[in-house]
């Protein structure tokens, strides 16, 4: 490989950013490598057969507010409206999850819905997510019977099946994802700007790829060699797997999907439908509504939480547990003493980053050191 400015290795959000950033703003060559026969990382999409979109490493769903990466990425690519709902199938009846005001009165008899929602509102604000644990200090037997309902019928289950752990190993910053928002507002999130590149999440990526001064080679694995030949190295994947593990594997979950086509125009009500105590699937996803796609058949993806083991699947989420954080910051630590190597992204920085955030962390890793 010839000796360049830059090489960044990989080429999902986290890559294909600082790389573009290198090449534009700072006229430098860049080489970008991956592992992988395709670049855009895990938000890789393809449509297949029947001229679905389908999200390869399951559904993804760009929301931010934050203006910077909003103009960044609008330079290359515009964005349908999708604004994403999960349906929760909870007692046999599907709601929509986060729980909310709909969802007290989808689940429970009238009567008790609106109590609920009364002692919400004496007790906390409209509009605030508030999360379950909250409700149990307010010593009010309904509030803990709602957060008992929820614990037990939305976290307990899905946590378990997402996690492969009883909810008490794992770390407070989940927990506090089971939020009660005190809205009737169904949306996932909240964000200013929501929706799909209207060509698809890869597109986007070959889009910022696409420069005079960047080169990108696929099927190709990092290499330690590879590092005197260059000024820079911005290294996306696992930064155990850099430093060959030298403190022990940092743990993450993966998951298997299990693909199913249908003759038939729609297989569920909604994009995504959670299962938390039914089935040893965590959900279901139904990939021909994020972009409106037309066709007689649907494809839907049941989602299977797993453990990663090294070799025989891939990466997906960092575990976030204290002792995990720990080993992560005895990698940071050995990182810092390195000149000119730089870590990012979702495995570079063993963070769970949604797509916003890992551009944030490109654009601002690139004023930090070229800027
Ligand atoms: C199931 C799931 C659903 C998600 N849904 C959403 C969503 O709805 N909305 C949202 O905003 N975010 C979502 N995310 C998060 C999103 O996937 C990440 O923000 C994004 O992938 C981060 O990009 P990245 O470049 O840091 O990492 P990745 O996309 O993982 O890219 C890293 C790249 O590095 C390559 N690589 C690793 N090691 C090496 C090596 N040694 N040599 C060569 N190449 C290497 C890999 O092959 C990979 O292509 C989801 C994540 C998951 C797991």
């Known amino acids: 490989m010839s000796g360049d400015d830059n090489l960044v290795v990989g080429a999902g959000f986290s890559g294909a950013v600082i790389a573009r950033l290198l090449a534009e703003k700072s006229n430098e060559k860049v080489t970008v490598i991956d ?24 559904s993804h769903i760009f929301h931010t507010s934050n203006e910077k990466v909003w103009k960044f990425l609008r330079q290359f690519t515009d964005f349908n409206q999708y604004m994403h709902k999960v349906v929760a199938v909870i007692d046999g009846i599907h709601t929509t999850i986060p729980f909310n005001f709909n969802t007290l009165y989808d689940i429970f008899p009238q009567t008790l819905a609106s109590r609920l929602e009364d002692k919400l509102l004496k007790f906390f604000d409209y509009n605030q997510k508030v ?22 019928n939305v976290f307990l289950h899905y946590t378990t099946k997402q996690w492969g752990v009883a909810p008490m190993d794992v770390d407070g910053a989940v927990t506090a994802r089971v939020p009660v928002y005190l809205s009737m507002d169904n949306r996932y999130f909240q964000d200013k700007y ?26 190709t694995e990092f290499e330690h060699g590879l ?16 430093f060959n593990y030298k403190f022990g594997e940092l743990p993450y979950r993966s ?3 299990k693909m199913e086509t249908y003759n038939m125009e729609y297989y569920q009500q909604n994009s995504v439908v959670n299962y938390p105590c039914n089935y040893d699937f965590t959900r279901i996803h139904e990939y021909k509504y994020y972009l409106n796609d037309k066709s007689d058949k649907t494809i839907i993806a049941k989602e299977y939480s797993e453990s990663f083991i090294l070799g025989k699947n891939d990466r997906y ?10 080993l992560y910051k005895k990698y940071a630590q050995e990182a810092e003493l390195l000149k000119n190597i730089y870590f990012l992204g979702r495995l570079g920085d063993y963070k769970y ?12 890793l690139f004023e930090e050191v070229a800027g």
């Open 35 to 58: 592992k992988r026969a395709h670049i855009a990382g895990n938000s890789y999409d393809y449509r297949d057969e029947s001229a679905i979109m389908i999200h390869k490493y399951g």
């Open 131 to 152: 999360p379950i644990l909250e409700f149990l200090k307010q010593n009010d037997k309904d509030l803990k019977f709602l957060a008992d309902y929820i614990y037990e």
């Open 194 to 219: 929501q929706g799909i590149p209207l060509n698809g999440y890869t597109t986007l990526i070959q889009n910022i790829l696409n420069h005079k001064n960047i080169e990108v080679r696929l099927n």
């Open 227 to 242: 590092i005197d030949k260059f000024k820079r190295v911005f290294y996306t994947g696992s930064i155990d797997e850099f």
């Open 255 to 257: 998951v298997r999907f």
């Open 317 to 326: 989420y960092p575990i976030p547990a204290p002792e995990n954080n720990e």
């Open 353 to 364: 980053y949604n797509m916003d955030k890992a551009v944030l962390r490109a654009l601002e």
